[in-house]
């Protein structure tokens, strides 16, 4: 029966549970022996898990989703990638990940309860977008772009979690590829019509993960006790734009001829949100792999067929 780790059927409250991350991580969970619930905006939801609803602008949370809880791992975020950066975008992006963490802070302090580890999203926005060489680490200074800063205060939202003496873990979390919706269904769609091609450059990095991994990840900060503070949730293989490209127009067998899209067009069409595709850095896997883990899926070819080749 191999090792039965003592914390199956401990219970773990997923916020932001019904998003593209969310769902497939709460299967997994559940596969896992765990008791899995999710704290919502909205009861109508047929996730198939038990939903404790929650009102951030009132400040109210289901005090029993705080109450039963062994475990809290917090996704919830307004996506970065939906819509053009207004200012009023900006707010909502940075509201949506600060106010939810200092929420459930207050909960659990009102209750009196203790959780065993708050386990929080965060991006590798951290490091902003630099296309160079460097290779940036858990250790690097966070970037002074709008990512970069939104980033840190979504991290020092969690802060009072740690100086609580709860353990705390970061999950900075790269492109994530999944079968269907998200970033690949995006990038996959001028493949599909014959038009693969570079946007700007085609140099910025593009560190991505297999949704399988990133779920694991997850798994192991709840199990590893000795996890805690960021680590970069990437896979060790370091591909470009152009290369990223290159590779899935090769697994669905699609031309790669086109010109680059150049970076003004990008502009026009994005605005500012323009820079998440056309600017990107090259991040590093050593601290979870350090820590033990072993992706599933450490080559992009590997991933990609696996996700779309059925």
């Known amino acids: 029966l191999g090792h039965i780790k003592t ?11 019904t998003g593209l991350i969310g769902r497939h991580l709460c299967k997994r969970l559940k596969e896992k022996g765990y008791s899995v619930s999710i ?15 929650w009102n951030i602008e009132q400040g109210l949370i289901d005090q029993e989703a705080i109450t039963t809880a062994d475990y809290i791992i917090h996704l919830a975020g307004a996506n ?25 802070y207050s909960k659990i302090n009102e209750s ?45 939202s969690t802060e ?14 790269g492109v994530v590829l999944t079968s269907n919706g998200g970033a690949l269904a995006k990038m996959k769609t001028p493949v599909d019509l014959g038009i693969a091609s570079a946007l700007g450059d085609g140099k910025q990095f593009l ?6 991994d990133l779920c694991n990840i997850y798994i192991k900060a709840i199990e590893d ?58 991040v590093s896997s050593n601290k979870i792999r350090t820590a033990g883990y072993k992706f599933l899926f450490p080559k992009l070819e590997d991933a990609l067929n696996n996700l779309l080749i059925k």
């Open 225 to 282: 006790i000795e996890m805690t503070g960021p680590y970069n949730a990437v896979a060790p293989d370091h591909k470009t734009n152009k290369e990223f490209t290159h590779v899935l127009a090769r697994v669905l067998k699609k031309p790669f001829w086109f010109p680059n899209v150049p970076a003004f067009t990008m502009k026009l069409i994005f605005g500012e949100l323009s820079k998440i595709l056309l600017e990107g850095s090259r």
């Open 7 to 17: 914390n199956t059927m401990a219970n773990i409250l997923v916020t932001g549970g």
């Open 112 to 156: 009196n309860k203790s959780i065993k580890a708050f386990i929080s999203a965060s991006a590798i926005g951290y490091y902003g977008a630099e296309s160079s060489e460097k290779t940036f680490s858990e250790d690097d200074s966070p970037a002074k772009d709008f990512l970069g800063s939104t980033c840190e205060k979504w991290e020092n």
């Open 207 to 212: 560190p991505w993960i297999h949704i399988d």
């Open 39 to 53: 704290l919502s905006r909205t009861q109508n939801d047929d996730s198939g898990f038990p939903i404790h609803q």
């Open 80 to 104: 970065i990638a939906d819509k053009r950066w207004t200012k009023n975008r900006k707010k909502t992006i940075l509201d949506s990940r600060q106010k939810p963490a200092h929420l459930i």
């Open 160 to 173: 009072l979690f740690k100086e609580k003496g709860i353990r705390t873990v970061l999950i900075r979390t």
